[in-house]
């Protein structure tokens, strides 16, 4: 098994794994330094970020509805976790130089061509869906597919479970071209 | 910055840093997995998955920290996870992907940020609809798989690796 792969990134196995390690690392630092457990996530932190730009229009609003307030919106672990995300992708991207500024992805380019608005729209909708789904279930592949299914959680297999299972099948839709 | 914070950075940095070290995050990475042509992701995060749950039992047993499982509400699980599912085939992305995809060049994720942001402020309208229906039919609360089963999760844990290992040969095996 090779370390690096045709593109110049690491096996998966062993970044999945490192992952795992972090993981254990932050479930431990996070107890003993705040005295809470915290597990990496993500789709939380849309929700705080959502309140805090729909707060610039309709501060009021935001303040009255109780999901927002249930989740309390503030700039939290999750919040700058997500942020760190974003910086260690570009240290990474950078440093190997495989960062690239991508417009459309090959996939979509081969199926719908090379128009922006058709790859905005398809991005902003599915992202409107799925965020939408992410909160009912309570989580995304982070927060269930790494985390729940660590602890093994019962609704982190299901909903892990039926994440793929419709994400293959709307894939196979909307990206295999019938050669009928 | 508070504690909570910093930590929270610096844990954010290493986890993006590896998620672009193991190639997941493109948009021809995610959709790969689901036409199933390309399992790196689940290479990824299964590899990640059988660490961290080694460890994190370990430290469970030892008393040194909490799970926290999100509850088993059938209605919510089910909707949500088959909404998620079909909204990801057609972003390409997920939360915590899209945001690392940004950071290595992939600027079309900027509209997968802003749909999940539109999505997060629509369910906020939505919640008082949902709890009062969906998420009001049947709730198993927060279990484990062990306390699920009855069973001690030293048994469930090597068969899940053994399980997981089985995935990988097969992974191989058609070089996919």
Same mark, same amino acid.
């Given at each position: 098994?090779?370390?690096?792969?045709?593109?110049?990134?690491?096996?998966?196995?062993?970044?999945?794994?490192?992952?795992?390690?972090?993981?254990? /690392?932050? #479930?431990?630092?996070?107890?003993?330094?705040?005295?809470?457990?915290?597990?990496?996530?993500?789709?939380?932190?849309? &929700?705080?970020?959502?309140?805090?730009?729909?707060?610039?229009?309709?501060?009021?609003?935001?303040a009255q509805n109780i999901y927002f307030t249930a989740t309390k919106i503030r700039v939290d672990w999750q919040f700058m976790l997500i942020i760190g995300v974003f910086a260690?992708?570009? /240290?990474?991207?950078?440093?190997?130089?495989?960062?690239? $500024?991508?417009?459309?992805?090959?996939?979509?380019?081969?199926?719908?061509?090379?128009?922006?608005?058709?790859?905005?729209?398809?991005?902003?909708?599915?992202?409107?869906?799925?965020?939408?789904?992410?909160?009912?279930?309570?989580?995304?592949?982070?927060?269930?597919?790494?985390?729940?299914?660590?602890?093994?959680? @019962?609704?982190?297999?299901?909903?892990?479970?039926?994440? !793929?299972?419709?994400?293959?099948? &709307?894939?196979? $839709? @909307?990206?295999?071209?019938?050669?009928? | 910055?508070?504690?909570?914070?910093?930590?929270?950075?610096?844990?954010? #940095?290493? !986890?993006? !840093?590896?998620?672009?070290?193991?190639?997941?995050?493109?948009?021809?990475?995610? $959709?790969?997995a689901l036409l199933l042509k390309d399992m790196t992701i689940f290479k990824f995060m299964l590899s990640a998955i059988i660490v961290g749950m080694i460890g994190i039992f370990?430290?469970?047993?030892?008393?040194?920290?909490?799970?926290?499982?999100?509850?088993?509400?059938?209605?919510?699980? @089910?909707?949500?996870?088959?909404? !998620?599912?079909?909204?990801?085939?057609?972003?390409?992305?997920?939360?915590?992907?899209?945001?690392?995809?940004?950071?290595?060049?992939? $600027?079309?994720?900027?509209?997968?940020?802003?749909?999940?942001?539109?999505?997060?402020?629509?369910?906020?309208e939505i919640f008082p609809f949902f709890k009062e229906t969906v998420m009001s039919w049947k709730d198993y609360g927060k279990i484990g798989l062990p306390e699920a089963l009855?069973?001690?999760?030293?048994?469930?844990?090597?068969?899940?690796?053994?399980?997981?290992?089985?995935?990988?040969?097969?992974?191989?095996?058609?070089? /996919?």
């Open positions: 098994m090779k370390f690096k792969t045709d593109d110049g990134g690491w096996n998966p196995y062993f970044a999945g794994a490192l992952t795992g390690v972090l993981a254990i /690392i932050s #479930v431990y630092l996070t107890t003993i330094l705040l005295g809470k457990t915290n597990y990496l996530g993500a789709s939380t932190t849309f &929700v705080r970020a959502a309140a805090f730009i729909e707060k610039i229009f309709a501060s009021e609003h935001v260690g992708s570009l /240290i990474s991207s950078l440093t190997d130089k495989s960062f690239k $500024i991508e417009k459309i992805p090959p996939i979509w380019l081969e199926r719908f061509g090379s128009s922006m608005r058709k790859r905005a729209l398809g991005a902003f909708s599915g992202g409107i869906i799925a965020m939408i789904g992410a909160r009912l279930a309570d989580g995304c592949p982070s927060g269930h597919g790494l985390s729940g299914m660590m602890q093994l959680s @019962v609704s982190s297999f299901v909903a892990l479970g039926l994440f !793929f299972a419709a994400g293959v099948l &709307v894939a196979g $839709i @909307v990206f295999k071209r019938r050669t009928l | 910055m508070s504690t909570d914070q910093i930590l929270g950075l610096l844990t954010g #940095v290493v !986890f993006g !840093f590896l998620l672009q070290k193991g190639r997941v995050i493109r948009f021809e990475k995610q $959709i790969g370990i430290l469970s047993d030892a008393g040194l920290i909490k799970f926290s499982h999100k509850p088993m509400n059938v209605g919510a699980i @089910v909707i949500g996870g088959i909404l !998620f599912g079909g909204g990801w085939a057609i972003m390409g992305f997920c939360p915590g992907t899209s945001v690392a995809a940004l950071g290595e060049g992939r $600027i079309h994720a900027f509209f997968a940020i802003a749909g999940m942001l539109t999505g997060a402020a629509l369910f906020a009855g069973i001690s999760h030293w048994f469930i844990i090597p068969v899940f690796i053994f399980m997981v290992i089985m995935l990988f040969r097969i992974f191989e095996k058609r070089k /996919i």
